[in-house]
C-alpha cells in the first residue's frame, strides 16, 4: 500500500492496475477468481456479522483476517485496509467500531466483486 494514503476514501475498491498486474489478460482465471470470490466472500461477512453480534472477539479477528487477504489478492485496497481496522477493533473488543467497520466492509467487498465482475465481462 502506499505510505502517502493517509484516509480510507483515497484508496479505490478496486484496483484495475492490481488485477491487470496480477492476471494479465486471462480472462478464464479472472473468471476462475471471481466465482470463488462470489462464494467466499459473503459467506465470510455473514458469519463476520454473527460474530460481532455475539461479541467473540476472537472469530471477529479471524475472520476479518481472512477477509484483509482475500480482498487484497484482488485489488480490494479499501476493503483490506477496513478489514485491517476491523483486527484492531476486534482486538480492543470494541464492538461497537466493529459494527461501523462491518458496515463499511461490506459495501466495499460488495463494491468490489461488482466491479471485478464488470471488469472480467469488459475483456
Not at 467466499?40 to 484483509?68: F, M
Amino acid at each position: 500500500m502506499n505510505s502517502k494514503v493517509k484516509y480510507m476514501g483515497e484508496l479505490p475498491d478496486f484496483s484495475k492496475e492490481r488485477i491487470e498486474l496480477l492476471f494479465g489478460s486471462d480472462i478464464d482465471l479472472i473468471k476462475q477468481v471471481l466465482d470463488i470470490l462470489n462464494e467466499d466472500i459473503p459467506g465470510h461477512l455473514g458469519e463476520l456479522s454473527q460474530e460481532i453480534q455475539r461479541e467473540d472477539g476472537r472469530r471477529v479477528y479471524e475472520i476479518a483476517h481472512t477477509l484483509k487477504g482475500s480482498l487484497a489478492n484482488v485489488g480490494g485496497e479499501q476493503g483490506s485496509f477496513l478489514a485491517q481496522q476491523m483486527l484492531q477493533a476486534a482486538g480492543e473488543e470494541n464492538f461497537s467500531r466493529c459494527l461501523e467497520l462491518y458496515r463499511q466492509l461490506d459495501a466495499s467487498a460488495n463494491q468490489l466483486l461488482l466491479q471485478l465482475s464488470q471488469f472480467a465481462e469488459a475483456q
